[in-house]
């Protein structure tokens, strides 16, 4: 390895590609941010041959590199967070090759990335969804997928993941097996419930070689990408213009409960989530709907105050 900022950059981008077999894309964009940063980094400060040169002045040199555009705007934490740990990555990889002595990062305050609220589906564009013409087998199917990733708030890998045997008709549940091989009971609505029975009586055109409850035209269990497609095909066929996605049922799911007052410990246990802390994301997305529709509909609500 050649010990400078570009030898150890290029070394760092081999062993990317070799050992780590990161897609081309993920390693271009590492290349793009490291030619960039070096660049400037060379020019600022031209005694800094290797990383292992880097000073603290250097250093505080890197950080605003990375928190602020060319134009001095600050860049959002995300973009930021994205590059710190590409940084940190170059550096692990220098540590083991015996250039540094530690992780550079870690003199470095990571900023904290907010996560977006989670967007939802309304109520009212779901009933318009469900009640779409499902007339063959392939629309009654994707209409129940739809009806049960909301009914139950389930994540797109445990809805193609389901068996003919994952539901209870007579307690109305779907046991469900989620993240880390748990298992749940989730209620099913009265609605999903007959929409699946309703595709249940044309599954067997579909020639099923297993005990899958979905299954595509080949008679074996959906991918996720599959079920991803099959609600985009629902959409259109039901001439709605709208962006829905399995998760996003998942996200109306829980919304619809915390507005409905549910206790955030049951729909914790209803999502699967491992920490509460998941779910209370919910309580806000409940606020942001509440302060939609107070200023919608409070007739003083936007007026100027006098």
Do not use: C
Not at 153 to 161: A, I, K, N, P, T
Not at 203 to 228: C, H, N, Q
């Amino acid at each position: 390895m050649e010990r400078t900022l570009r030898g150890e950059s290029e070394a760092f981008l081999q062993f990317l590609q070799s050992e780590r077999r990161l897609s081309p894309r993920t390693v271009e964009s590492y290349g793009d941010l490291l030619k960039h940063l070096t660049v400037k980094l060379n020019a600022a400060f031209p005694e800094v041959v290797s990383f292992a040169d880097v000073t603290p002045e250097a250093l505080r040199f890197m950080q605003r590199f990375l928190h602020y555009t060319k134009e001095g705007a600050p860049r959002a934490s995300s973009s930021v967070a994205h590059d710190l740990y590409a940084l940190s990555s170059l550096f692990k990889f220098l540590v083991r090759e015996g250039v540094l002595s530690h992780n550079l990062i870690d003199d470095i305050k990571v900023p904290r990335v907010k996560k977006p609220l989670p967007r939802v589906v309304s109520l009212s564009e779901i009933k318009e969804l469900l009640k779409s013409a499902a007339t063959t087998p392939k629309e009654k199917r994707d209409v129940a997928m739809a009806a049960l990733t909301f009914a139950s708030g389930l994540r797109v890998s445990e809805l193609v993941s389901l068996r003919l045997n994952s539901l209870s008709w007579s307690e109305e549940t779907v046991r469900v097996v989620g993240k880390g091989n748990k298992e749940r009971l989730v209620p099913v609505g009265k609605v999903a419930l007959e929409l699946i029975r309703d595709y249940l009586a044309v599954r067997d055109s579909f020639a099923p070689k297993d005990d899958a409850l979905f299954v595509s035209r080949l008679g074996r269990g959906m991918s996720t990408r599959a079920a991803e497609y099959a609600l985009d095909a629902l959409v259109r066929r039901a001439g709605l213009n709208l962006d829905i996605s399995p998760h996003k049922l998942r996200h109306s799911f829980a919304t619809e409960l915390v507005s409905g007052g549910a206790d955030l410990r049951a729909v914790q246990e209803m999502l699967g989530h491992s920490s509460l802390a998941a779910t209370q994301v919910y309580t806000h997305v409940n606020l942001e709907r509440l302060k939609e529709i107070y200023h919608k509909a409070h007739p003083r609500a936007n007026l100027e105050s006098s």
